[in-house]
């Protein structure tokens, strides 16, 4: 039994407009050579030189000012390495330095695809049948940077979705690091990385059981300075550094639209980007509301899952999950604890669902197996497509599924709602497959979401065209669930 799917004539399309002044850093020595070309200047050519700059830049940036400054500050020790007085240098000299290490990145060039969708903090001033919404999306660029950005909208009460306006310009956050970790918890991580065990014990056997991040920074840095070090050993403390630096928070200043925010790679463990964010709405037991999205931090050789928590859209804190069923990519929270645990869905293996109970939200074991692929359209694998919404009559969980030729389709699964490993059916033919003027894109034949919710008793659905563009569609729920009990 099919079930029908409204598609909306919306479409996100990747913009090359939105761009973020970004920290260019050309190598040690070449990065020498510029200083010295600039302290060559006498004050006056140093002044118009950066008015020129500002003239064409400035418009494109909140205070580019400030950004040539911070950049500037990042090769402070290069700088005094050169014998120059830092301190001693003009202001605009400062800022010059700094725009030469400085460059636009266009974030979405490439490609704005598989969205999720959550309700936002603020209800107010609606009419009856209207919800506003926040929705993100994984936007790439140049070299296939991956960073989130968002959207706000109102969904009517005939589910057409009304986009606000985007903002002028793009903000990255003030970066905050974790001061203090507790040892045991960091080796155990750093075990389930298979980090090589002989250099973990060479670094951390003389920290304390709580240890400070600069001790640990410090250790590292002085170790990877030294010219005769092994690839091997290299790496390994490399992997030390990023796991460390993968605990932040972030904050982003409140003169800022949400469309102008975007979470770019900060740490590390995400230089390659941060991929597929699976946004819920979280409610705890005692009813307090935050939003929270599993992620997938990529540095080009290794994955690492991580969770983002906010409560306001401003504020955001981000941390690595643990466990042996925090191994792979397809992680999604359930927006409420069940049975006074967390639940998360994962596809620890490639290939199938797992369902995973936890007392702390970061801390992953103990996969549950949930579904295995039963149909032809997803032989090749199945997995989550955004964490699992509530109904009265179980939980809907909507699934990916990739076939022949790497297609990938949507389907929809529903779970008991006090045991969510008890599936209660399962639609035999995709919910979405992708249309013949959905196949092309950066990636053919892929339709993709990170997640949905519900409004007036229909599925708001936003989904992916071939890791492009992105769309929605609309199901109507008790078409939905009736197919679905009947699917058993």
Known sequence: MRVSVVRKNIKFTPDSRRVVARYFMNGYERTQQMVLRIMMLDEKQVTQTLEQTLREFARRHRNISAVFFRHCEKIRPIIE?????????SVDRKMLIGSYCTMEYAIESAAIFNPSIVEDFDQTGLEAGEKR????????????????????????????????????HID????????????????????????????????????????????????????LSDPLIREERKMALQEILWLANSFYDIQFKHDSDITERVIFPISESESRGIEDARFVRFVDDDNSVRVMATYTAYNGHTILPKLISTEDFYN???????????????????PRKIKGKYAMLARIDGVNNYIMYSERVTQWNTPILLQEPRYTWEFTQIGNCGSPLWTPEGWLVITHGVGTMRRYCIGASLFDLDDPSKEI??????????????REGYVPNVVYSCGALIHNDSLILPYAVSDYCSTYGVVNMAELIDALKKSK
């Open 81 to 89: 390495s050169m014998e120059i007085d830092y301190e001693g240098m």
């Open 425 to 438: 059916g399962r639609l035999t033919e995709p919910l979405l497959a992708p249309l013949e003027d959905e």
């Open 316 to 334: 955001f804190r981000v941390m690595p999950l643990h466990g042996v069923g925090a191994q792979n990519k397809n992680l999604a929270l359930f």
């Open 172 to 223: 990255k956050a003030e970066i905050e690091h974790k001061t203090l970790f507790n040892k045991e918890r960091f080796l155990t991580k750093l075990a389930e990385m298979h980090t090589t065990d002989k250099y973990i014990v060479q670094i951390m056997q003389d920290l304390p059981n709580e240890f400070e991040f600069a001790v640990l920074k410090n250790i590292l840095k002085t170790s």
């Open 133 to 168: 919404v926040v929705i993100s999306f994984r936007a790439t660029g140049e070299g296939h940077i991956s960073s989130i950005v968002f959207r706000r909208g109102i969904l009517d009460r005939d589910n057409n979705l009304h986009i606000m306006k985007i903002g002028n």
